[in-house]
C-alpha cells in the first residue's frame, strides 16, 4: 500500500506544482482534481491538453495517480441537473482514460438540493435510488467503453448508505464497472472504539470483492471530523484489514487542513510500515 492524499489539499492550479507539493508532503499517491488544473472540478468540458499535462506530471513527480474526483449530485432532485451532471462526467472519465488515470470517483447523491454530502430524509425512498441507478447505467457505460472503473463510497448521508447497497447497486446494473471506495469515518456517525472497529472490520470484508480505493479520514466518538489517528477509527487494524483482504493501493487521506499534513503523513508511514 502506497501514502496517497487529496490533491486539492495544496494550493495551485499547475498539475506538476501540486504534485510536488504532494511529494515533498512524504506521499507517492494522489486522487486528482481537476480543480487543481484550473478547471472546475467537473467542467462542461476538458481541453484535451489537460490529460496529457496530468500524465506528464504524474511522472515527473513520482506520484502515482490512481483516482480522478468527478463528483456531483446523481441524486439531485432537479432531473435536468443529474442529466447535467451525466454529461459532464464524460469529459472526466475521457479524461482519465487519456491521462492512465484507472478509476473517476462518484458521488452517489442526495435528495438534498444545496449539498450532494448532507443527508434528506428522501434518501431512502425507491424514486431517490432509481435516479441515481439510471445516471450510474449511463456512466458505467461510458466507463466500459473507456476502459476505466467507477468509484463508488458508502456514505451515510448518500444514497449509496452502505456496503451492501454498493454491491446491490452493482448487481443490479450487471457491470463490472464499479468499485467501493472504503472511508471508516463514512461507517458510522458516532461510536465507541470498539464499536467502530467492529463495523469497520465487517465492511472491509464485505467489500473485499469489489474494493478499489480506500480513504484514511477519522471522526471523533461524537462524530466530529478529525485528522486521522485523533479519533475513533483504528488504523492500524483498518490497514493490516485491508492487506488481508488483498488489497495493494493507496491508503488516500482527506478532509485535513495543511498544518495536519505533516504529523498525518508521519502516522500513515508509519502504519504502512
Known amino acids: 500500500m502506497q501514502a496517497g492524499i487529496f490533491a486539492k489539499t495544496f494550493p495551485g492550479s499547475d498539475p506538476l506544482a501540486v504534485l510536488k507539493q504532494v511529494r515533498d508532503a512524504g506521499f507517492s499517491a494522489a486522487q486528482f482534481n481537476l480543480a487543481c488544473a484550473g478547471l472546475d472540478p467537473?467542467?462542461?468540458?476538458?481541453?484535451?491538453?489537460?490529460?496529457?499535462?496530468?500524465?506528464?506530471?504524474?511522472?515527473?513527480?513520482?506520484?502515482?495517480?490512481?483516482a480522478l474526483?468527478?463528483?456531483?449530485?446523481?441524486?439531485h432532485p432537479d432531473v435536468d441537473l443529474r442529466h447535467d451532471g451525466v454529461t459532464r462526467l464524460r469529459g472526466v472519465i475521457s479524461c482519465a482514460a487519456a491521462a492512465g488515470i484507472p478509476m473517476v470517483t462518484l458521488c452517489t447523491g442526495s435528495r438534498n438540493a444545496a449539498d450532494q454530502w448532507a443527508p434528506h430524509p428522501d434518501n431512502s425512498s425507491p424514486e431517490a435510488w432509481a435516479d441515481?441507478?439510471?445516471?450510474?447505467?449511463?456512466?458505467?457505460?461510458?466507463?466500459?467503453g473507456a476502459g476505466v472503473v467507477l468509484g463508488i463510497e458508502p456514505e451515510q448521508a448518500n444514497v449509496v448508505r452502505e456496503v451492501s447497497d454498493a454491491l446491490r447497486l452493482a448487481r443490479e446494473l450487471q457491470t463490472d464497472r464499479l468499485?467501493?471506495?472504503?472511508?471508516?469515518?463514512?461507517?458510522?456517525?458516532?461510536?465507541?472504539?470498539?464499536?467502530?472497529?467492529?463495523?469497520?472490520a465487517r465492511a472491509v470484508a464485505e467489500a473485499a470483492p469489489m474494493l478499489g480505493l480506500a480513504h484514511a479520514k477519522d471522526r471523533s466518538p461524537e462524530g466530529a471530523v478529525?485528522?486521522?489517528?485523533?479519533?475513533?477509527?483504528?488504523f492500524p487494524d483498518f490497514v493490516l484489514r485491508l492487506a488481508a483482504a488483498g488489497y495493494?493501493?493507496?491508503?488516500?487521506?482527506?478532509?485535513?487542513?495543511?498544518?495536519?499534513v505533516p504529523r498525518t503523513a508521519r502516522r500513515m508511514e508509519?502504519?504502512?510500515?
Open 42 to 66: 467537473v467542467p462542461a468540458a476538458v481541453p484535451g491538453s489537460v490529460s496529457c499535462s496530468l500524465r506528464s506530471a504524474a511522472e515527473a513527480s513520482s506520484v502515482s495517480l490512481p
Open 69 to 75: 474526483s468527478g463528483t456531483c449530485n446523481l441524486a
Open 132 to 144: 441515481m441507478r439510471a445516471c450510474m447505467a449511463q456512466l458505467a457505460e461510458m466507463a466500459e
Open 179 to 200: 468499485r467501493i471506495i472504503l472511508d471508516p469515518a463514512n461507517l458510522f456517525e458516532t461510536g465507541t472504539p470498539a464499536e467502530v472497529r467492529e463495523t469497520v
Open 226 to 234: 478529525v485528522p486521522p489517528g485523533e479519533g475513533a477509527v483504528d
Open 248 to 260: 495493494e493501493g493507496a491508503l488516500v487521506t482527506h478532509g485535513i487542513t495543511l498544518d495536519e
Open 270 to 273: 508509519a502504519w504502512l510500515a
